[in-house]
């Protein structure tokens, strides 16, 4: 059994005496600051790599105000969160930026109000340097309880007064489905019916509002209320062929809806695309590939929206050490709107 190695952990004075500087550049030097001629600066990188030094976290925060650490807020429960790839999708983008950065990733789910407290709480207490939030719906807290705190969302939020801004990072939901019941109109489909997302999401509304765009006059009858989950795709399909039987297309809020939705037509015996054609909304890949039949969808870039998000609060911590009074980034980019492109497979 080897002994553990009792030798004391190198200290910036060691640095400095290695280098041959102060102990002042040193430490400028490791916490990333400025003024240090460039062969100061690479003979203490070398001391600081011969020595095998690192910083200490807690005193590097201290001078740089900074804790490299990020906070993800998704304001879904684990359940939800664990069985839909869209958030592992998103998630991984987050993490390649976040890690390309060498900052960590915090992850906080809120189960329910009392959660929203205990995330406001922990984020109001310094421990992160921003937060990174997504999948807010329009009655949820925590806007206001994060206020202050460097924030990017995750799809554009639905401040009811407007008043507030915010800088977010989302697909063009409307467009995107406008793109997809025209497709539909234009394989010689007349019935098409939309299964709608959770209703207090805007990425819901905005699609729900482009199906309209195109469909003006749809009979209210081919609405049906969805929640962007598997099971609600099959209760709102069961309710679209009782309401309507000669539905001959739909259009699905997104992916999981829309195989939810194909399972109850092979229920009732309806051919996908031949008497019902589906049109879904993600492209979750390998998910809407090896749906059966392949799923014709509306395409977001999942994982660059993640990268997107985390790119934009870091640029903003490093412009400014201080936010706007609404809580956003002082200095930041403009919030991002990504473009869709229809993906056509076998459903549609």
Known sequence: MSEQSTEPRPTLEAVAARAGVSRATVSRVVNGGDGVREPLVERVRQAVEELGYVPNQAARSLVTR?????????AEPETKVFADPFFALQLRGISKELTAHDSQLVLLLTEGRADHARVGRYLAGGHVDGALVFSLHLDDPLPGLIHGVPTVYGGR???????RGAVYVDCDNRGGAREAVRHLVGLGRRNIGHITGALDQTSAVDRLD??????????????AEGDFTPGGGERAMRELLDR???????????????????????????RVPEDVAVVGFDDMLPFTEQADPPLTTV?????????????????????????????GLAGAPSSVVLPTTLVRRASA
């Open 299 to 327: 395409r977001q870039d999942i994982e660059e929206m993640g990268r997107l998000m985390a790119r934009l609060l870091l640029r903003g911590l490093e412009r400014t050490a201080s936010t706007s009074a609404s809580g």
């Open 210 to 223: 482009g199906f309209r765009d195109v469909m003006v006059d749809a009979d209210p009858k081919l609405i």
């Open 244 to 270: 309507c039987p000669d539905l001959d297309a739909v259009f699905a809020a997104n992916d999981l809806t829309a195989v939810g939705a194909m399972r109850v037509l092979r229920e009732r015996g309806r």
């Open 66 to 74: 900074r804790h490299d650490a990020v906070a993800v807020v998704i």
């Open 157 to 163: 939020p639905g401040w009811i007064d407007g008043s």
